[in-house]
């Protein structure tokens, strides 16, 4: 019997129907044609809370569990290691050119070595339990700057863990922001708030101030790039000159920009959080784009990889470019899933959450569920 060529005629309208019909619009506005696919491995590290990558290892911070170092291209968990008395609760960062692990608890930094997990130094920074920042290395690598909650600041050398210089901002009655220390050329900066207050200081290596800037309460975490310092306060978006600390330019916004979360470069453009789940994206004074998600930016730390942002909003995972077009949601697609760290470059994405890490490798099939 020979087809019916109506019939044909009408399944193949149909077909090209279903096929064009347009896509489901992401969080904050139309979602535009998959840019960049992503396959996705998972390997069980219960309750891992931080995540950072050098090369092919993720070294991975779970409270009293201890750090762990895992291979990204194979899961196998190449060492463990706990530390007496001692519970992660920042860090593990890393350096390219210093073997070794550094991480924080409630008053000692503890550095680990990055080969086989053994410990090479423990220092104290404070003699009261605080809840301290993350470590951060001098661009350099020869130096750690660790803060705590209660005002002390403190130089260490990689080698060794000797304190080479201190800070007690403690009089001043300063709380450090989450993520309020950055690197910077000449040394370190810091961001602290004091009632409606906050300020900005940067100090060379020796802890002299460079200078101070006094910014509007509630401020965000602060960022070095190119030159200049990206910061949000309840004015709007800052950018600061990093040698002098004068504020180049201020673009007022809706929203103060009140976020652990500090801005990042994306492009041609320069992206703001805010804790009310706010992502905004200037070129110089214009707003190119403003996004909305659900979850507030507070510890879900966003990510670059592939050119692109990678957020992620409750169990799932978005990705935007510097001209505001967006593609997901990606599902995590675990239960009871809590994200709690990310990290990111140009292949890949590592997330770390209540069952393991997540390596989303980019380029590779699409796998969305």
């Known amino acids: 019997m020979k087809p019916n ?18 896509r489901p619009d992401a969080p904050g506005g139309e979602r535009g044609d998959p840019t960049t696919d992503v396959g996705r491995r998972r390997y069980e ?84 339990p605080s809840e301290q920042l993350a ?11 660790a803060g705590s909650t209660d005002g002390r600041i403190v130089v260490i050398d990689v080698r060794d863990g000797a304190v080479r210089a201190e800070l007690d901002l403690a009089g001043e009655s300063f709380d450090f922001v989450r993520g309020g220390i950055i690197a910077i050329p000449s040394g370190f900066c810091a961001a602290v708030s004091q009632g409606r207050e906050s300020v900005l200081s940067c100090f060379d290596r020796s802890v002299r101030t460079i200078w101070r800037q006094a910014l509007e309460n509630p401020i965000s975490a602060p960022a070095w790039i190119d030159g200049m310092i990206l910061i949000g306060d309840r004015r709007g978006a800052n950018s600061i000159d990093v040698k002098t600390g004068e504020i180049l330019r201020t673009i007022p916004t809706p929203g103060a920009f009140v976020s652990t979360t500090a801005p990042l470069r994306l492009g041609r453009v320069d992206v703001f959080f805010d804790r009310l789940g706010i992502v905004s994206a200037f070129e110089g004074e214009r707003l190119v784009w403003r996004k909305s998600f659900e979850t507030p930016f507070m510890n879900n730390q966003p990510v670059l990889a592939g050119n692109r942002l990678w957020i992620h909003d409750g169990d799932s995972l978005y990705s935007i470019g510097d001209d505001g077009a967006s593609d997901g949601p990606i599902s995590i697609g675990a239960p009871d899933t809590r994200l709690s760290a990310a990290f990111g470059d140009e292949r890949r994405i590592v997330i770390a959450h209540t069952l393991g890490i997540d390596v989303l490798e980019i380029s590779a099939p699409i796998s969305r569920s």
Do not use: K
Not at 135 to 145: I, M, N, T
């Open 5 to 22: 060529r109506l019939v044909l005629a009408v399944a193949l309208v149909m077909t090209l129907t279903v096929a064009c019909a347009p």
């Open 45 to 128: 590290y219960r309750d891992a809370r931080t995540v950072t990558v050098e090369g092919d290892a993720a070294f991975i911070g779970a409270g009293a569990s201890g750090v762990a170092r895992i291979d990204l291209e194979t899961g196998r968990r190449d060492w463990h290691a706990t530390v007496e008395s001692f519970q992660v609760n920042a860090g593990p960062a890393v350096h390219e050119s210093a073997n070794v692990v550094v991480v924080t608890e409630g008053r000692d930094v503890v550095a680990l070595d990055a080969a086989d997990g053994s410990l090479l130094w423990r220092t104290v920074v404070t003699s009261s």
């Open 135 to 145: 470590p951060v290395f001098a661009l350099d690598g020869r130096e750690l700057y």
